[in-house]
């Protein structure tokens, strides 16, 4: 309550007041003035948010100080700077400094945060290590297809493949984000469900009535956009999510109810969406002229959000923010709240958890809408984009699919869906710049496809490592003892 | 730590501040570059044609050449795309396809020295406000009325006398290939002295290019009814009417490339030369003669249509006779005609007995192509005209969104 008192009674009317006063002690529209306002309003909004929420965002003042400078540094000082390439540089090369030391200090954190002292019972270690050895073994297997296909420039190939997303420094970058921003949401989704005991094979249906409902409400609801041109984004992406999880909890719903096992229910349900896409867009979106659907109204586009000068000439589009904070999301659902723990538990045991006294029937229709929704919203990114359409064939998209290979890839946890997905777009970019050698593109596919489900073996490599770490906390603590009757 | 420090430092140093594409620059020497529209390199269309028109020249005149794949289906990947072939070293980029207009509209000014030539498609703006071809630019059109004129001479020619036409949409491009089908199958019949079973309830457009169901019910019943040969100008929809010629063992025509590998029911095909007008095109690169700025139209003249005279199953219809009727399109004994109107005025020159024939087809209400051709109707149209009724609807859609919301939060809620 004290607590409460102090953030509520402390930060807020700083923050106000700060708004207010500002504008008086000096001129905000000069870009310096600009700059310095908006910083340091940021700066007490997430110390506020972080501090309130103390659990649940950061865990303490630095951290949100951080987060307010990142956030700074991304999407406010580009449109200032936009016009200046050198500021823009500066920019660039303070997130690239920022997001590494960031990276590293919460790794590090995470690695020092083990309890115990064995090596091999460090689940951080273990699970990074687990996926760092599948990668480089994909790699290495990708360098021996290129070998076979064409020894002359495999070695120089190998290297654009490393170079991955900085083939062409920022562009390629926010190309990577832009592709990867899909795949990381289907693989959340996946990953969601499968943390919760099910395995949801139906994302590329939930994903395209997702996308559906996403192009419909952008090319016809035309009218929200005269209410405010932001909103019809957003009613576009909430009735997608809403879509996306009605698709989702009918498997949800025949697991729980009717014993119909969740697999086999939505792998019908991907072709039962794939049909009735095709039938939906024919009778109410469909451009004949051009046998796809029409242009989305440009008040629906997924907002730039200044991405657009950071990462000049790049598709990149503020759905990696949308995709972000939903990762935060769910992992903040799966590992700090009740709700998180119930549907943790129905998957880890049904009849334990009934038991227990938790709805374990509910449960899993709600993780499963869940699941569903987050497909949804991957589908509306991924066609909220000018110049994207949906074609009215009878083909499942992929990206479901994918989501799968991601999921096992970041070991089904929602932080390393991320990175799993963003390594996933970063090889996609180096396959794409691969093409400047003598390579075909069919097989540059397949070059990128063994790499990425080789690396998807992390749990198989796991049990190596774990292997090797026991072996070496054995010799360790042997050494510890004869050292210690030594003395 | 420190070493791991260091490395970072490298890392942010090398490719932190790499923002330019020097690095790429160094490794193209790809000379001639396609980039492929939305099917693979092997897709029995566009993407196929134009490269192995491509192939076969560059390795006789030893060029080197390349295609690239863009990322995805979207105007920006195509441009992306564009700009990887250029980084490849491309002098030149080949385009095929109308999906390629507004990436090239685009590119053109961005590499005044990479030539361009787009086929089947002249470059606009995304928003078809300005069109505009820069001098870098080769836009590369066909007659397809010619292409259609010489099927539908070489189907009567070949004694069938019941035929039909079915077309994508009345888009220009398709609108030439039925007008032209119509008059070459009347010039024949006129030479023959035969009556055609043919008049305007044979002739129809499908209304999308997507193979479907219904596409291949409307071609069966006209197969039942008698119809021996359909000339279906409807891309994708063309697999329908295979479906159902193979279904009443009847014959159909293709289009665009040669179709006879992808069915037995395939008689012919009314050609648009891909290879041949690539080929042309890059000889004048070659030559150092290539100008750009104008549309370039291809026709019989400078052997941009044909029919595949080594793939097609005829039986009666002889090389001889079709280089007979090729050099009469040349020389312009036969004028053929592009359009309906065009098409009134070539009956009325036929003789007597066809006139009557082909007398449904004058009074025939086709839509002109300038009626709808061309004409692009953006969403906005639609939403101005849906806006009234779905009002309601839209705000009565959020209301229960927004509700069904609220009611899982509660529910949410509750259980913790």
Redesign the interface.
Same mark, same amino acid.
């Given at each position: 309550m004290i607590n409460k008192f102090k953030y509520e009674f402390g930060f807020l009317p700083l923050f106000i007041l700060f708004a207010l006063v500002a504008p008086l002690i000096f001129d905000v529209n000069t870009s310096t003035g600009n700059i310095i306002y908006s910083t340091v309003l940021v700066v007490i909004l997430f110390s506020y948010i972080g501090l309130r929420f103390k659990d649940w965002v950061v865990n303490n003042i630095i951290d949100a100080v951080f987060y307010a400078l990142l956030f700074n540094v991304i999407f406010i000082l580009p449109g200032f700077f936009k016009d200046n390439e050198t500021l823009l540089s500066a920019d660039r090369f303070v997130l690239i400094v920022m997001t590494i030391a960031f990276i590293i200090y919460k790794l590090v954190g995470k690695l020092k945060a083990s309890k115990s002292q064995r090596l091999s019972e460090n689940k951080t270690l273990v699970d990074l290590s687990g996926s760092v050895i599948s990668i480089i073994i994909g790699l290495l297997f990708g360098l021996v297809i290129m070998l076979i296909f064409n020894p002359s420039q495999a070695f120089e190939g190998f290297w654009i493949i490393l170079q991955g997303g900085f083939n062409e420094g920022f562009r390629s970058l926010g190309n990577t984000i832009y592709f990867a921003v899909p795949i990381i949401l289907t693989g959340l989704s996946v990953a969601f469900a499968f943390r919760t005991g099910l395995f949801n094979i139906g994302a590329s249906g939930q994903f395209t009535m997702g996308a559906f409902v996403a192009i419909f409400i952008g090319v016809k609801w035309g009218f929200i956009a005269d209410i405010n041109p932001l909103l019809h984004w957003f009613v576009a992406v909430f009735f997608a999510i809403i879509a996306g999880g009605i698709w989702g909890a009918i498997p949800g719903y025949l697991k729980a109810f009717n014993n119909v096992n969740e697999v086999v229910s939505s792998i019908m349900l991907n072709y039962i969406a794939m049909y009735i896409n095709v039938l939906l867009i024919k009778k109410y979106i469909y451009n004949t002229a051009y046998n796809r659907t029409y242009d989305i109204l440009s008040s629906s586009e997924t907002p730039g959000l200044n991405l657009q000068h950071l990462f000049p000439n790049s598709s990149i589009n503020g759905g990696i923010v949308v995709a972000i904070l939903t990762v935060y999301l769910l992992h903040v659902i799966l590992n700090k709240t009740t709700f998180g723990f119930e549907l943790k538990a129905v998957g880890l045991n049904k009849s334990a958890a009934k038991y227990a006294g938790m709805n374990s029937k509910v449960n899993i229709v709600k993780s499963m809408a869940i699941a569903g929704g987050v497909a949804g919203l991957a589908g509306a990114l991924t066609y909220l984009v000018a110049g994207k359409f949906l074609i009215p064939e009878t083909v499942i998209l992929s990206q479901g699919f994918t989501g799968i290979a991601i999921s096992l890839l970041g070991l089904s946890s929602p932080i390393g869906v991320l990175f799993a997905g963003l390594f996933f777009g970063y090889l996609q970019q180096g396959g794409y710049y691969l093409q400047l050698l003598d390579f075909k593109p069919e097989i540059i596919d397949i070059i990128i496809a063994v790499i990425i489900y080789l690396s998807a073996l992390s749990l198989f490599i796991q049990k190596f490592v774990i292997k090797g770490l026991k072996r070496r906390d054995d010799k360790n603590q042997q050494s510890e003892v004869i050292e210690g009757s030594d003395v | 730590m420190k070493k791991?420090l260091v490395l970072?430092a490298a890392?942010?140093l090398v490719?932190? +501040?790499?923002?330019?594409?020097d690095? +790429?620059a160094a490794?193209?020497d790809f000379e001639i570059a396609m980039i492929?529209d939305?099917g693979?390199?092997d897709d029995e269309s566009f993407n196929q044609g134009t490269w192995e028109g491509i192939t076969e020249f560059c390795d006789a005149e030893g060029l080197t050449y390349? &295609? &690239?794949?863009p990322? #995805?289906?979207?105007?920006?990947?195509y441009l992306?795309a564009i700009?990887?072939a250029v980084?490849?070293g491309a002098k030149v980029v080949v385009t095929p396809g109308f999906?390629f207009e507004s990436s090239v509209y685009a590119a053109q000014t961005t590499y005044p020295d990479v030539k361009f030539i787009l086929i089947d498609g002249v470059p606009h703006t995304?928003d078809y406000a300005t069109f505009e071809t820069a001098a870098n630019t080769m836009p590369i059109l066909f007659n397809e009325h010619e292409s259609g004129f010489l099927a539908g001479y070489a189907a009567v020619k070949e004694g069938y006398t019941s035929l039909g036409f079915t077309g994508g949409?009345a888009?220009p491009a398709v609108v030439k290939f039925g007008v032209g089908f119509v008059a070459g199958a009347y010039y024949a019949a006129e030479e023959m002295d035969i009556v055609l079973d043919f008049n305007s309830d044979r002739y129809t457009y499908f209304?999308?290019?997507?193979p479907s169901d219904e596409h291949k019910n409307l071609a069966s019943s006209w197969y039942v009814s008698g119809t021996e040969v359909i000339f279906s100008a409807a891309?994708?929809a063309g697999a329908s009417v295979m479906a159902a010629a193979s279904d009443n063992s009847a014959l159909m025509i293709g289009v665009d490339i040669d179709q006879s590998g992808q069915s037995a029911t395939v008689l012919t095909s009314a050609m648009k030369q891909l290879g041949e007008a690539v080929k042309q095109a890059l000889q004048l690169y070659v030559d150092d003669a290539f100008v750009g700025g104008t549309t370039v139209t291809k026709g019989a003249v400078n052997d941009g249509v044909a029919l595949p005279m080594d793939t097609s199953r005829f039986t009666t219809f002889n090389q001889a006779a079709y280089d007979a009727i090729y050099a009469k399109l040349v020389d312009g004994t036969v004028v053929v005609p592009a359009s309906h109107e065009e098409l009134v005025t070539f009956f009325t020159e036929l003789d007597a007995t066809q006139y009557a024939a082909a007398k449904s087809f004058m009074d025939f209400d086709a839509p002109s192509a300038d009626a709808i051709g061309g004409t &692009?109707t953006?969403? #906005?149209d639609?939403? #101005?005209e849906?806006?009234n009724n779905?009002?309601l609807f839209?705000v009565l859609?959020?209301v229960i969104?927004a509700a069904?919301?609220a009611g899982v939060m509660f529910f949410?809620g509750k259980?913790?």
């Amino acid at each position: 309550m004290i607590n409460k008192f102090k953030y509520e009674f402390g930060f807020l009317p700083l923050f106000i007041l700060f708004a207010l006063v500002a504008p008086l002690i000096f001129d905000v529209n000069t870009s310096t003035g600009n700059i310095i306002y908006s910083t340091v309003l940021v700066v007490i909004l997430f110390s506020y948010i972080g501090l309130r929420f103390k659990d649940w965002v950061v865990n303490n003042i630095i951290d949100a100080v951080f987060y307010a400078l990142l956030f700074n540094v991304i999407f406010i000082l580009p449109g200032f700077f936009k016009d200046n390439e050198t500021l823009l540089s500066a920019d660039r090369f303070v997130l690239i400094v920022m997001t590494i030391a960031f990276i590293i200090y919460k790794l590090v954190g995470k690695l020092k945060a083990s309890k115990s002292q064995r090596l091999s019972e460090n689940k951080t270690l273990v699970d990074l290590s687990g996926s760092v050895i599948s990668i480089i073994i994909g790699l290495l297997f990708g360098l021996v297809i290129m070998l076979i296909f064409n020894p002359s420039q495999a070695f120089e190939g190998f290297w654009i493949i490393l170079q991955g997303g900085f083939n062409e420094g920022f562009r390629s970058l926010g190309n990577t984000i832009y592709f990867a921003v899909p795949i990381i949401l289907t693989g959340l989704s996946v990953a969601f469900a499968f943390r919760t005991g099910l395995f949801n094979i139906g994302a590329s249906g939930q994903f395209t009535m997702g996308a559906f409902v996403a192009i419909f409400i952008g090319v016809k609801w035309g009218f929200i956009a005269d209410i405010n041109p932001l909103l019809h984004w957003f009613v576009a992406v909430f009735f997608a999510i809403i879509a996306g999880g009605i698709w989702g909890a009918i498997p949800g719903y025949l697991k729980a109810f009717n014993n119909v096992n969740e697999v086999v229910s939505s792998i019908m349900l991907n072709y039962i969406a794939m049909y009735i896409n095709v039938l939906l867009i024919k009778k109410y979106i469909y451009n004949t002229a051009y046998n796809r659907t029409y242009d989305i109204l440009s008040s629906s586009e997924t907002p730039g959000l200044n991405l657009q000068h950071l990462f000049p000439n790049s598709s990149i589009n503020g759905g990696i923010v949308v995709a972000i904070l939903t990762v935060y999301l769910l992992h903040v659902i799966l590992n700090k709240t009740t709700f998180g723990f119930e549907l943790k538990a129905v998957g880890l045991n049904k009849s334990a958890a009934k038991y227990a006294g938790m709805n374990s029937k509910v449960n899993i229709v709600k993780s499963m809408a869940i699941a569903g929704g987050v497909a949804g919203l991957a589908g509306a990114l991924t066609y909220l984009v000018a110049g994207k359409f949906l074609i009215p064939e009878t083909v499942i998209l992929s990206q479901g699919f994918t989501g799968i290979a991601i999921s096992l890839l970041g070991l089904s946890s929602p932080i390393g869906v991320l990175f799993a997905g963003l390594f996933f777009g970063y090889l996609q970019q180096g396959g794409y710049y691969l093409q400047l050698l003598d390579f075909k593109p069919e097989i540059i596919d397949i070059i990128i496809a063994v790499i990425i489900y080789l690396s998807a073996l992390s749990l198989f490599i796991q049990k190596f490592v774990i292997k090797g770490l026991k072996r070496r906390d054995d010799k360790n603590q042997q050494s510890e003892v004869i050292e210690g009757s030594d003395v | 730590m420190k070493k791991l420090l260091v490395l970072i430092a490298a890392f942010v140093l090398v490719f932190g +501040l790499n923002n330019t594409t020097d690095v +790429l620059a160094a490794d193209g020497d790809f000379e001639i570059a396609m980039i492929t529209d939305s099917g693979t390199i092997d897709d029995e269309s566009f993407n196929q044609g134009t490269w192995e028109g491509i192939t076969e020249f560059c390795d006789a005149e030893g060029l080197t050449y390349k &295609y &690239y794949k863009p990322a #995805e289906i979207s105007d920006n990947a195509y441009l992306a795309a564009i700009d990887l072939a250029v980084q490849g070293g491309a002098k030149v980029v080949v385009t095929p396809g109308f999906l390629f207009e507004s990436s090239v509209y685009a590119a053109q000014t961005t590499y005044p020295d990479v030539k361009f030539i787009l086929i089947d498609g002249v470059p606009h703006t995304p928003d078809y406000a300005t069109f505009e071809t820069a001098a870098n630019t080769m836009p590369i059109l066909f007659n397809e009325h010619e292409s259609g004129f010489l099927a539908g001479y070489a189907a009567v020619k070949e004694g069938y006398t019941s035929l039909g036409f079915t077309g994508g949409m009345a888009v220009p491009a398709v609108v030439k290939f039925g007008v032209g089908f119509v008059a070459g199958a009347y010039y024949a019949a006129e030479e023959m002295d035969i009556v055609l079973d043919f008049n305007s309830d044979r002739y129809t457009y499908f209304g999308d290019f997507g193979p479907s169901d219904e596409h291949k019910n409307l071609a069966s019943s006209w197969y039942v009814s008698g119809t021996e040969v359909i000339f279906s100008a409807a891309g994708g929809a063309g697999a329908s009417v295979m479906a159902a010629a193979s279904d009443n063992s009847a014959l159909m025509i293709g289009v665009d490339i040669d179709q006879s590998g992808q069915s037995a029911t395939v008689l012919t095909s009314a050609m648009k030369q891909l290879g041949e007008a690539v080929k042309q095109a890059l000889q004048l690169y070659v030559d150092d003669a290539f100008v750009g700025g104008t549309t370039v139209t291809k026709g019989a003249v400078n052997d941009g249509v044909a029919l595949p005279m080594d793939t097609s199953r005829f039986t009666t219809f002889n090389q001889a006779a079709y280089d007979a009727i090729y050099a009469k399109l040349v020389d312009g004994t036969v004028v053929v005609p592009a359009s309906h109107e065009e098409l009134v005025t070539f009956f009325t020159e036929l003789d007597a007995t066809q006139y009557a024939a082909a007398k449904s087809f004058m009074d025939f209400d086709a839509p002109s192509a300038d009626a709808i051709g061309g004409t &692009y109707t953006p969403a #906005e149209d639609t939403t #101005e005209e849906v806006k009234n009724n779905e009002v309601l609807f839209g705000v009565l859609g959020v209301v229960i969104g927004a509700a069904a919301g609220a009611g899982v939060m509660f529910f949410m809620g509750k259980k913790q």
